[in-house]
């Protein structure tokens, strides 16, 4: 079956219609038949998180808005109208948790692009009033705000920063396979000394988020930027690469530092679970492995081919972070950059993406049973689930039967939160869904900034679809 012949879940006219595309995959992805609105159903529930140092945050319900990069802040940093528009409807949109916001870079050579935001001393006012703005708009829709949590997602881009628009990586090790994609050289590998500068520089950068008024910091380990690529350093000698222990200490270096300089702000990590061997498009245009002469070792989670899983790893971290006190983890696989169908389930690919090898089914379900491994191994730490956006209408029958039983305590919106931001509202006063709001994962919202535009739902959003960057978006999907 080609990529195309797999039936859209947008198809899929029941629950038990899902549940019987779900079976004939082999997937177990338990679909309830109705959602329960507030104040008795599981999405409704307040989650409370307990972290080893800043104590308990208690989170009014069960939706999560997960950071995005953004593209459209200042040449230094600071938020825009854009970006001020962007968190003012996450906080109308009734989720309790803002994981992070949007990723901000700790300094400059580590932002992904010009436009990202980034935290310094010259700027943690502006995130302040960033954040401001959004509670304030959370209180106007939903009224009260003490068990509303936000936090602000901390990172540097590694191998992927380009701060002044060209490519500008700093990497962990050298990469036999992605080395080419960036023109990686040996003076772009960072020494131990300039990884313990780095990590001092989160920690300081912690401490202005604190200041701003954010209630925890997520430290970045995903998506194959500089804290996720550590996780698979093998080949690094020194301290920071080789065994386990090595690979982890930048991790746990950042949050003991937070941990010592700021003890009431809490920590999260957003963590790429399980990775991949890059993938690239094939001749019929669906995502294909790049081949590997004998086994991957790179791939954090992987058990060794570059394709399969193996937890062992990200158990034993999971372990070490609830050592040291982190209360909640955010998961998610593999990086947008060389794998984007595993974390971002999609029918239609990015410009410069490929078809889905499989039906994206099977990859949204990849990533709950992950975060169910996870929620199993740990019960006292709050596990968020991510990839939910491609199962659109049945979103909340899946959301609300994986976290009744467990599987995950909290439902990570990502793309779905930039097309349809008031989704959790609506399920949770039982309104029906607007469907033409609901995300189709159109990529759009990656084809753009992928092309130097700014980030939005071109396709759903009617303020999107009405700037004049909609044009250069379509000429750039014309040209592939």
């Known amino acids: ?57 208690t989170i009014g319900n069960r939706f999560c808005v997960l950071p995005m990069e953004g593209w459209d802040g200042t040449d230094d ?199 991949l061997v890059p993938h690239r498009a094939g001749a019929d245009g669906r995502g294909e492995p790049e081949p590997v002469a004998d086994g991957y070792p790179y791939a954090f989670g992987g058990d060794g081919t570059g394709l399969g899983v193996d937890l062992t790893e990200p158990l034993a971290l999971l372990d070490e972070l609830a050592g040291l006190g982190v209360g909640m983890v955010c998961v998610t696989a593999a990086s947008p950059y060389y794998a984007p169908h595993a974390q971002r389930p999609a029918w239609f690919p990015p410009s410069d993406g490929y078809r889905p090898p499989r039906d994206p089914l099977v990859d949204v379900a990849a990533l709950l049973d992950v975060a169910a491994a996870l929620a199993g191994a740990r019960p006292d730490v709050a596990v968020v689930g991510s990839g939910w956006s491609y199962l659109q209408e049945w979103l909340p029958h899946v959301a609300q039967a994986a976290v009744a039983a467990g599987r995950v305590h909290s439902v990570g919106l990502g793309r779905m939160a930039l097309s349809y931001p008031e989704l959790p509202a609506d399920v949770l006063t039982g309104r029906p869904l607007t469907r033409r709001q609901l995300c189709r994962t159109f990529s759009d919202c990656t084809t753009a900034p992928r092309n130097g535009l700014v980030s939005g739902c071109y396709p759903l959003d009617p303020f999107y679809k009405a700037r004049p960057e909609r044009v250069e978006l379509a000429a750039a999907k014309r040209r592939g």
């Open 1 to 57: 079956m080609s990529a195309r012949e797999f039936p859209q879940v947008k198809s899929l006219t029941s629950p038990a219609a899902l549940r019987a595309r779900c079976a004939e995959l082999g997937v177990d992805l338990a679909v309830d038949d109705r959602v329960e609105p507030a104040p008795d159903g599981p999405l409704a529930q307040p989650l409370v998180v307990t972290d080893g140092s800043a104590g308990p945050l």
């Open 77 to 275: 940093g600071r938020p825009t109208d854009l970006v001020r528009r962007r968190w003012r409807r996450f906080g109308a949109g009734g989720a309790k948790l803002i994981w992070g916001g949007e990723a901000v870079a700790v300094r400059h050579d580590g932002r992904a692009n010009p436009r990202q935001l980034r935290i310094g001393d010259d700027t943690w006012e502006d995130l302040a009033a960033l954040r401001g703005e959004l509670v304030a708009e959370h209180a106007a829709h939903h009224g009260r705000t003490d068990d509303l949590v936000v936090g602000l997602q901390l990172t540097h881009s590694g191998r992927w920063s380009r701060p002044d628009g060209p490519a500008a990586p700093l990497v962990a090790y050298r990469h036999p396979l992605l080395d080419r994609r960036v023109a990686v050289d040996d003076s772009a590998v960072l020494s131990d000394d300039d990884l313990d500068r780095l990590a001092d520089e989160f920690v300081a950068a912690a401490e202005l988020a604190h200041r701003a008024g954010f209630a925890f910091v997520d430290v970045k380990a995903c998506h194959g930027y500089l804290g996720h690529e550590l996780l698979s350093a093998v080949d690094r000698p020194g301290r920071y690469g080789g065994d386990l222990e090595g690979r982890t200490a930048f991790l746990r270096r950042v949050i003991s530092g937070i941990r010592s300089a700021v003890p009431d702000l809490a920590v999260g990590v957003r963590l790429s679970v399980v990775d």
